[in-house]
């Protein structure tokens, strides 16, 4: 069974230019979150979708990101326009759907983004 | 609000010798508390998890964590390091009472180098 692909690994781009990352959950998985960790700091959650809607995007750290996962099936987060503290590594993670308790969060290999 | 501190942010040890690696959290309830490990260029992969049952342990590689109330700790340790084991530690809660998220929340990471 695959795992949680990201694609691209790396992305460079200059501040002002605009950038989409994407992620495939493993199928079946209706949970899907985005996380971030920039230069030194804690890995830290974006948001959180349950199929095609927005569970939770308390982390989501402006209105330049924006996140969306038609058909529920996989998602992109793009950012528009990058700014120099977007830099980071952008982890996807997966589980699915039991309603009890916790489920395990399968995560991706992370985009490496950095914005000159 | 649920929190998690990891003690050290860089740990290294000999080949054959015990591993700790430390953690203290923060909660007003009885937590759902994980250690995740990254090793380079791979993603985050779920070591053991504590969910209110046995306070000791057990996961993946040899590794196990006591979670202890009275000191509000879950270090992780192994009892003999192997090369493989170089690799970023994670001690991450779940944000999660009563609620559906599931967000996680990670400590600063422990990078743990093992010597020759």
């Known amino acids: 069974e695959a795992g949680v692909t990201q694609f691209p690994s790396h992305s460079v781009i200059e501040k002002g230019q605009t950038v989409t990352l994407r992620c495939d959950p493993i199928?079946?998985?209706?949970?899907l979150y985005w996380y971030r960790r920039v230069m030194g700091k804690e890995i830290k959650f974006l948001l959180h979708?349950?199929?095609?809607?927005?569970?939770?995007e308390s982390g989501m750290p402006n209105n330049r990101f924006l996140a969306e996962r038609t058909g529920g099936t996989y998602s992109t987060l793009k950012v528009q326009p990058a700014e120099l503290e977007d830099s980071g590594v952008y982890f996807c993670?997966?589980?699915?759907?039991?309603?009890?308790?916790?489920?395990?969060?399968?995560f991706g290999p992370g985009t490496r983004l950095t914005v000159l | 609000a649920q929190s998690v501190t990891q003690l050290d942010s860089h740990v290294s040890v000999s080949e054959g010798t015990p591993v700790l690696l430390r953690c203290n959290y923060s909660?007003?309830?009885?937590?759902?508390l994980f250690w995740y490990v990254q090793h380079p260029n791979k993603g985050l992969q779920l070591l053991l998890k504590?969910?209110?049952?046995?306070?000791l342990v057990k996961g993946i590689n040899g590794f196990e964590a006591e979670f202890k109330k009275s000191e509000t700790s879950f270090h992780l340790t192994k009892p003999s390091a192997h090369m493989s084991d170089a690799a970023e530690y994670f001690c991450?809660?779940?944000?999660?009472?009563?609620?559906?998220?599931?967000?996680?929340?990670f400590g600063t990471g422990t990078l743990l180098a093992v010597q020759p």
């Open positions: 909660s007003s309830y009885s937590p759902s």
């Open positions: 199928s079946g998985h209706d949970n």
């Open positions: 991450v809660v779940s944000d999660d009472y009563g609620g559906a998220t599931n967000k996680l929340i």
């Open positions: 504590y969910t209110s049952a046995a306070t």
């Open positions: 979708f349950v199929k095609e809607s927005k569970q939770d």
């Open positions: 993670a997966s589980s699915p759907m039991t309603g009890v308790g916790y489920n395990e969060q399968f």
